[in-house]
């Protein structure tokens, strides 16, 4: 079987950075697959976004209790 070479580029659906260095080619099911992990940018914000949420019930549940 001829042994073909495919140069793909990976960038982050949402922010569009580049994420070849978070790429790895694996085999899954008998086929090769690609696994991503996400951007760190991505983590950052998404980390944030959880951390007020629940700052913010923090703050809701101390209100109710009159603290």
């Known amino acids: 079987m001829p042994e073909i070479t495919i140069n793909v580029e ?6 569009g950075a580049g994420l ?14 690609f696994t991503v992990e996400p ?3 991505c ?4 980390y944030e976004v ?5 700052k913010a019930d923090t703050e ?6 009159g603290i």
């Open 10 to 15: 990976v960038f982050c659906g949402k922010c």
């Open 20 to 33: 070849c260095r978070n790429t790895d080619v694996t085999s899954h099911h008998g086929q090769d697959a």
């Open 39 to 41: 951007c760190q940018r």
């Open 43 to 46: 983590l950052d914000r998404e």
């Open 50 to 54: 959880g951390y007020e949420a629940g």
């Open 60 to 65: 809701r549940e101390l209100n109710k209790e």
